[in-house]
Nanobody
């Protein structure tokens, strides 16, 4: 299982970015896909998760209404569309595959049998 994030960068507050997570070594119907983030000096936190059996989505309150998670099965890629970015969204963003296909233990607790990407940095300037 391999996950590679891309799409991070520097953006002004109010702007948008779309993160991508290219997956290999597994199929989306076996794993839920989640996004986490970690800001400098802070603990890792949950951002969003999508269950690939019924497409249920989950969002942290801090991003609800601004971020949208999705995936394209044929392309083997998951996405996190981030709109109306705020300075507090600045962090390294990581995608993770949670054995599922529902968002379960790994999504809830941030550890377990998760597979992780190496992350991509999002910096939002005010």
């Amino acid at each position: 299982v391999q996950l590679v994030e891309s799409g991070g960068g520097l953006v002004q507050a109010g702007g948008s970015l779309r993160l991508s997570c290219a997956a290999s070594g597994f199929t989306f119907d076996e794993y839920a896909i989640a996004w986490f983030r970690q800001a400098p000096g802070k603990e890792r936190e949950r951002v969003s998760c999508i269950s690939t059996d019924d497409n249920s989505t989950y969002y942290a309150d801090s991003v609800k209404g601004r971020f949208t998670i999705s995936y394209h099965n044929a392309k083997g890629t998951a996405y996190l569309q981030m709109n109306n970015l705020k300075s507090e969204d600045t962090a390294y963003y990581y995608c993770a595959a949670d054995p599922g296909p529902g968002c379960g233990f790994g999504w809830v607790y941030g550890y377990g049998n998760l597979y992780w990407g190496k992350g991509t940095l999002v910096s939002v300037t005010s």
